[in-house]
């Protein structure tokens, strides 16, 4: 178990911003295409924060046009460039997935002061 402690610890990110459920954040991530890379952010509520370790995802999701999206993003993965975090939500449970049901103002999430 050692060697795979060390091995792991070796591909984390030291420095992990401080993102909690609740919280709107801006993730940027490296999407490459062909030879080319550019950096595409999206911005969306966390809903979710998963597992432990090298293998800690966060669930982002944002509405637009009418329609959710979702998508997990690795915290430590070299794709994802930074995490910002636009705001803090005031929540009182670990994951958020009554949001999915919740439209407008429904889905609106208070500010932590």
Known sequence: ???VKALASQYMKEQLPEVQVGDSV???????EGSRERIQ???????????????ETIT????????GC??????????VAAIE?????????????????RMGKAAKIKEKV
């Open 1 to 3: 178990m050692d060697l």
């Open 60 to 67: 982002v999701r944002r509405v637009s046009y009418g329609v």
């Open 85 to 101: 975090t636009v705001r803090h939500g005031k929540v009182r449970r670990a994951k958020l997935y009554y949001l999915r049901d």
């Open 41 to 55: 952010v999206f911005e969306g509520t966390v809903i979710a924060r998963k597992h432990g370790g090298i293998g």
């Open 26 to 32: 801006r993730v940027h991530v490296r999407i490459k």
């Open 70 to 79: 979702e998508k997990v993003f690795p915290l430590h993965s070299p794709n």
